[in-house]
């Protein structure tokens, strides 16, 4: 069956500008996670979705940054007036269970010029 | 404050040399270590450890968890060219992660 899937893979965009990433977990995952990774460092947990809710969006970097699953399964995150310091690859993860294995998307590279 | 860390930070071996990772952790609400492999992009899962002191086993692969030294450790015996990857660990209650070892396996 197909894997986690995100779009796009690589998005360019200027400093100012308010961008969409979007993630499709495994089909049956309740449980969805974003995380960034910048070179050299491993992901940094940003957000945590149980169905619809978030239930923990600790890692959220501040308010610029906001994500939705308003259905339980596609997942979007947002940011609003980019920063150069937000160019990373976002990287989303889905799993059966919280607990559970988790399975990543091939992530979104972010280059804000 | 929730830490991971890993050691070495990098490792370069020759193909069939034994290597051990090492990751200690201090996660608040501990329930599972976690280990991954990241080649390219996306992190693959080897393995999670919930209690102290059983191994686990895949292939050339092993780890084990010790709970009360708050530490894990990834063993790649016989290693091969292709297990040149970046291994992650994460501790789970917030899937902190951390930096990763870099594992060099030169032929």
């Known amino acids: 069956g197909a894997g986690v899937s995100q779009t796009p893979s690589n998005k360019v965009t200027e400093k100012g500008k308010y961008v969409e990433l979007r993630c499709d977990p495994i089909?049956?995952?309740?449980?969805l996670y974003w995380y960034r990774q910048s070179l050299g460092q491993g992901p940094e947990f940003l957000i945590y979705?149980?169905?619809?809710?978030?239930?923990?969006d600790s890692g959220l970097p501040n308010d610029r940054f906001f994500a939705v699953r308003p259905e339980g399964s596609v997942s979007t995150l947002k940011i609003q007036r980019t920063e150069r310091g937000d160019s990373a690859v976002y990287l989303c993860?889905?799993?059966?269970?919280?607990?559970?294995?988790?399975?990543f998307g091939p992530g979104t590279r972010l280059t804000v010029l | 404050e929730d830490k991971v860390v890993q050691s070495p930070l990098s490792l370069v071996v020759h193909e069939g040399d034994t290597v051990t990772l090492n990751c200690s952790y201090e996660?608040?609400?501990?329930?599972?270590l976690l280990w991954y492999k990241q080649e390219k992009k996306a992190p693959t899962f080897l393995f999670m450890l919930?209690?102290?002191?059983i191994e686990k086993k895949s292939g050339r692969l092993s780890s084990i968890l010790d709970k009360k030294e708050l530490f894990s450790i990834l063993n790649i015996t016989a290693t091969q060219t292709g297990d040149s990857a970046v291994y992650l660990c994460?501790?789970?209650?917030?899937?902190?992660f951390g930096a990763g070892t870099r594992l060099t396996v030169k032929p």
């Open positions: 993860a889905s799993s059966l269970t919280w607990e559970g294995e988790q399975f």
């Open positions: 919930t209690s102290s002191g």
């Open positions: 089909s049956g995952h309740t449980a």
């Open positions: 994460a501790g789970n209650n917030d899937m902190r």
């Open positions: 979705f149980q169905g619809t809710g978030a239930a923990d």
């Open positions: 996660v608040t609400n501990f329930r599972s």
